[in-house]
């Protein structure tokens, strides 16, 4: 509500350990959103799904070990995934 419009989402050093794929359904003009430096595990990126307008996702600096569902967004050109534990 007075969110729509926001274009860039900063929930970076929060301590986030997880969130649910509806939480940014009302973001749908988000081009960047930076979640670097949580506490990540297991990404399910189902939440891309409304985000149409993103371009940019710093998930960098995360304890991410599993990535899944990811679709093919047309608009992302780019994701940080530095500092993770990925293998």
Do not use: C, V
């Given at each position: 509500?007075?969110?729509?419009?926001?274009n860039?989402?900063?929930?970076?050093?929060?301590?986030?350990?997880?969130?649910?794929?509806?939480?940014?359904?009302?973001?749908?003009?988000?081009?960047?959103?930076?979640?670097?430096?949580?506490?990540?595990?297991i990404?399910?990126l189902?939440?891309?799904n409304?985000?149409?307008?993103?371009?940019?996702?710093?998930?960098a600096?995360?304890?991410?070990?599993?990535?899944?569902?990811?679709k093919?967004i047309?608009t992302?050109?780019?994701?940080?995934?530095?500092?993770?534990?990925?293998?």
């Amino acid at each position: 509500i007075g969110l729509i419009q926001l274009n860039r989402l900063d929930l970076s050093s929060n301590k986030i350990e997880n969130f649910h794929s509806n939480s940014f359904n009302y973001l749908e003009n988000l081009i960047i959103l930076n979640l670097r430096n949580n506490r990540l595990r297991i990404l399910d990126l189902n939440f891309l799904n409304k985000l149409s307008k993103i371009q940019d996702i710093l998930l960098a600096s995360q304890n991410i070990i599993f990535i899944d569902s990811y679709k093919n967004i047309s608009t992302l050109k780019s994701i940080s995934m530095r500092n993770n534990e990925l293998t």
